[in-house]
């Protein structure tokens, strides 16, 4: 099984930039796809990105297409969100999420595990 923690979030001015990192324990990290979510109050979580176990394949929505960089270091059983050009409609919190599948899986209901999520705020 795989156990997921973020680290990195923040406050940060638009235009900035962040980099998520999401540690997972356990030896079978590269046998899962990872994604990243976010969620605002009252509104359902939405995918962000997704990294195939290799980090050779890789999916984002559309909304951080050009502006969010996701990426793996199995060796280190961690996986990144690197956003630039942050705007205040990415507020949210962010979820790290591992799925046990080859594929970049989209959806949430993909994903069997979750961490904690963090709290990324995006305002001047």
């Known amino acids: 099984q795989v156990h997921l923690v973020e680290s990195g979030g923040g406050l940060v001015q638009p235009g900035g930039s962040l980099r998520l990192s999401c540690a997972a324990s356990g030896r079978t990290f590269a046998n899962y796809a990872m994604g990243w979510f976010r969620q605002t109050p009252g509104k359902e979580r939405q995918f962000v990105a997704a990294v195939n176990w290799s980090g050779g394949a890789t999916v984002y929505a559309n909304s951080v297409k050009g502006r969010f960089t996701i990426s793996r270091v199995n060796a280190k059983n961690t996986v990144y969100l690197q956003m630039d050009s942050l705007k205040p409609e990415d507020t949210a919190v962010y979820y790290c999420?591992?799925?046990?599948?080859?594929?970049?899986?989209?959806?949430?209901?993909?994903?069997?595990?979750w961490g904690q999520g963090i709290q990324v705020t995006v305002s001047s």
């Open positions: 999420a591992a799925s046990p599948t080859t594929l970049v899986p989209t959806s949430e209901d993909s994903y069997n595990r």
